[in-house]
């Protein structure tokens, strides 16, 4: 017998959902997908990327982890990036938190998780990085959110895009798990002359 029924259930009445109010749907969706935006955002079951922007399939690339870390050794965000720069060339890279975010939370607490303390260390390390006292839970989650924007800005992808010209913005935004709603951090990067130096790489280093 097929495990978790209800799941395929609710599949089928989806797809026929959607099949109903354009039957040619998912035809024109499997032929292509061209979606302006990368969604960056926390595994958290509450903040779906698609349903709190309205935004149906093929709208929106997708990469969530814990905490919406972007981490220049982790190939996983960095090669979704990639694909989603270079192949679909998305438009904007949006890097969303969220309020009582549980990898934040755990972050700031002295105690051990295990495994994903390895994890939440990016996020130790930008509250140490803020050299700010008494950072509460959403604060860091501000915090991060910003830190990641740089992060995404200092990859080689970012930067190669915009040596290329090609037309890429990264945001940092917020949700609120309280009343459903997103802020805009005001963080919109759309060329490397708002980076430190240190991580800006000129015209002499492309090859
Ligand atoms: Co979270």
Redesign the pocket.
Known sequence: MRELKHLFENNRRWAAEVSDRDPDFFKKLAAQQAPPYLWIG???SR?PANQIVGLAPGEVFVHRN???VVSHTDFNCLSVLQYAVEVLKVRHVIVC??Y?????AAALQDVPFGLIDNWLRHIKDVYEASRLDDIDTNKLCELNVAAQVRNVCHTTIVQDAWRRGQDLSVHGWIYSLEDGLLRDLDLCISSPELLASIYRMGESSAA
């Open positions: 926390c595994a958290d903040v814990v905490a919406n938190g969220h009582g975010c549980g990898g934040v």
